[in-house]
């Protein structure tokens, strides 16, 4: 096993035990580039060109996760998503 493969498979054993969720955030027709950006940057501490990604990517793609942590932290983070008119959930 190269050392990368093992420090992946160390990283996944270690995300198991401290359960580790993601906020994905979803494709939708009304909400604008610029307000999606504006949003990551706001409420996950993206930096602009890291939000600019996440909003293509979920533009193409219909979904992004755009952060992850235990889901006291994202919980919050989620919520303000969702009120800002978002679509997201926490995984």
């Not at 493969?5 to 054993?13: D, I, P, R, W, Y």
């Not at 994905?24 to 604008?32: A, F, K, S």
Request: proline fraction near 2%; include cysteine.
């Amino acid at each position: 096993m190269s050392i990368d493969t093992q420090e992946e498979v160390e990283l996944l054993e270690l995300e198991e035990l401290i359960d580790v969720k993601k906020i994905v955030l979803y494709n939708d027709e009304v909400n604008t580039f610029d307000f999606v950006i504006d949003q990551l940057v706001k409420f996950c501490k993206h930096e602009p060109i890291q939000a600019e990604q996440c909003a293509y990517i979920v533009h193409y793609s219909g979904k992004c996760h755009v952060k992850s942590g235990s889901w006291e932290e994202l919980e919050p983070v989620c919520t303000a998503l969702l009120d800002g008119g978002l679509t997201a959930e926490i995984q």
